[in-house]
């Protein structure tokens, strides 16, 4: 069993940054592919971007190309998302995703689901 646990979050003012952090445990952090979505009040989960178990391939969501840096670091057992330039439509709960399976590349990452690891989330909040 894999446990994830989020940190970073906070009140932010628009045009700020934060960084989020996920630390896993329970399975070898190489052996997971990572990921990062988001949820807003009244709205879906929503993928934010993804990472590959190498670290080698990323894919982001189109509104936060440019500003957010998803990476990971396997000495401790860590996934990041870096925020910059936040926005008020960035305001959600932030979960960290991680998922067992192998697949090519990092575009898979946008599905995954209930069969997957998920952490409780960190609140992230962008004032205007």
């Known amino acids: 069993q894999v446990q994830l646990v989020e940190s970073g979050g906070g009140l932010v003012q628009a045009g700020g940054s934060l960084r989020l952090s996920c630390t896993s445990s329970?399975?070898?952090?190489?052996?997971?592919?990572m990921a990062w979505y988001r949820q807003a009040p009244g709205k879906e989960r929503q993928f934010v971007a993804g990472?590959?178990?190498?670290?080698?391939?990323?894919d982001y969501e189109d509104s936060v190309k440019g500003r957010f840096t998803i990476s990971r670091d396997s000495a401790k057992n860590t996934l990041y998302l870096q925020m910059s330039s936040l926005k008020p439509e960035d305001t959600a709960v932030y979960y960290c995703?991680?998922?067992?399976?192998?697949?090519?590349?990092?575009?898979?990452?946008?599905?995954?689901?209930?069969?997957?690891?998920w952490g409780q989330g960190t609140q992230v909040t962008v004032s205007s």
């Open positions: 329970g399975r070898t952090f190489s052996s997971l592919a």
């Open positions: 990472i590959n178990r190498s670290g080698g391939s990323t």
């Open positions: 995703a991680a998922s067992k399976r192998d697949r090519y590349g990092s575009s898979w990452l946008r599905f995954l689901g209930g069969d997957d690891y």
